[in-house]
């Protein structure tokens, strides 16, 4: 498994650790004011989202080229780019979150929270079983093999399970914005 792999299992791992305790009553704290967290969840946010759209942007462009070498580099490229903003912009929009979930009077009392909670539950879990096996599949073949059928069938299964993972960060999204319930 590549570094950005054991990197992101271990984030999942602690994010979704963090996020267990509020569906039990826990309160996190605002150790900051009110839009400090507000603004620093939002560019955890931008961060995240940003790099889970424009990745893929990158890689079909490099595709578009035929280039082994610029597909190699690309998908090594998006590996590191998970590393340096899809993580820190997760940790950022969760550890901000959290808190200001707390002002808005708790997970359990408020279904717009407790809804993106199960969703961002669902998200993660899908993108450490699916996308990231897929990525580590499309990485390591990129790395020391040719770019063949299995390359392309693996990067398949990365793009539709990639695709699938935005769904509920979209549809979280759409919660934190309209602040009502999707059911």
């Known amino acids: 498994m590549s570094l950005s792999g054991k990197i992101a299992l271990i984030a999942n791992a602690i994010f979704i650790t963090c ?6 009553g ?16 939002i560019f955890g946010i931008v961060m995240m989202m940003g790099n889970m759209m424009i990745g893929p942007i990158w890689i079909m462009a490099a595709m578009q080229t035929k ?8 998908f090594q490229t998006l590996a590191k780019m ?13 550890f ?19 809804q993106s909670l199960i969703m961002l539950a669902v998200a993660w879990l899908f993108s450490i079983t ?11 073949i990129a790395e020391t093999g040719t770019i063949d059928k299995n390359f392309w069938k ?4 990365w793009a ?11 549809l979280i999204y759409y919660l934190m914005v309209a602040k009502v319930p999707l059911w």
């Open 26 to 41: 826990f309160q996190y704290p605002m150790i900051l004011s009110y839009p400090w967290h507000k603004m620093l969840h």
């Open 67 to 74: 280039d082994e070498q610029k597909l190699r580099f690309s």
């Open 160 to 170: 539709i399970w990639g695709s699938f993972v935005m769904i509920p960060f979209s």
């Open 82 to 94: 998970d590393i340096y903003f899809t993580i820190p912009g997760a940790a950022l929009a969760l």
């Open 19 to 24: 996020t267990i305790p509020i569906f039990f």
């Open 154 to 157: 693996a990067y398949a299964q």
């Open 96 to 114: 901000n979150g959290l808190p200001l979930a707390t002002f808005y009077g708790g997970a359990m009392n408020v279904p717009w929270i407790s």
């Open 130 to 140: 699916f996308v990231l096996y897929w990525q580590e599949r499309v990485l390591k």
